[in-house]
């Protein structure tokens, strides 16, 4: 199974503020990041969040996926009503839920949320990286980057620029 994470980040290494908050990314929104979106996505077949994302996405006006949702947590134990045919929590680890979700038929998935992006990372199970670099510094918040018990080497493919000023870049394992 191929594993991606596509997330942004500030300048200074931030996916959220301390309290979850992404203003600071929204404000940036253009139709050519969501031109870039909407291609990466429509290859996606299965997306792994964790509790803080799926948090953060239910106060969204709309439910944003139509792929089917995997929640990693072991604190939610509630899933809204009108969601549950798109959602399911499990409390799998990373290399489980893959050979879990394999089996299952899926072949292409976004990894979404700082914490579970790292612990993607640390099971060096994350396959590529597209980060957009937000110009803007938030000085302190979520890092999108945690501990790691060994280096992970990645073979930079190409860099988009944005005429916002978002820059995105596109890395494979090696």
Known sequence: MRTTAY???????FIARKNGEIDWLIQFDNQEINKSYTKFISHIDVIIIGRGTFEKVITFPSWPYQQKVFVLSTQIKEIPNNLKEKVSILSMKPKELLHYLSD???SNAYVDGGKVIQSFLKENLLDALIITRVPVLIGDGIPLFGQLDQDTTFKHLHTNIFSNGLVMSHYEKN
């Open 7 to 13: 997330i942004g980040t500030s300048l200074d290494g």
């Open 104 to 106: 299952e038929g899926y």
